[in-house]
């Protein structure tokens, strides 16, 4: 099944840095550093602007055609955070 993004072509490629967080989000796990040190060494930025341009970097149509499995996972792992935020959220004001 696609959705709309998955069938836009996208106008602008990624640039190289954000190129390099998707390629990093592919191979984090396998480097002998924690993640937030790896990240603040090669991004040269706090973890929270990492992660709000992961967001952005993940919603730009061109990261699928860099690497879809990749983008996908990360959608999935967003989405399933978001909806146990909502989730948490609901059954706090049901209490």
Do not use: K
């Not at 040190?37 to 730009?60: K, Q, T």
């Not at 990261?63 to 955070?81: G, H, M, T």
């Amino acid at each position: 099944m696609t959705t709309e993004i998955d069938d836009v072509t996208p106008s602008e490629p990624l640039t190289e840095r954000e190129l390099g967080i998707v390629r990093f989000e592919a191979t984090w796990f396998t480097l002998d550093e924690d993640r937030h040190d790896a990240i603040r060494a090669r991004f040269a930025c706090s973890v929270e602007d990492y992660n709000l341009e992961l967001n952005r970097v993940i919603d730009h149509p061109a990261a699928l055609l860099a690497d879809p499995l990749v983008v996908r996972r990360l959608r999935r792992q967003r989405e399933r955070r978001r909806r146990a935020l909502i989730d948490g959220a609901a059954a706090g004001e049901q209490a």
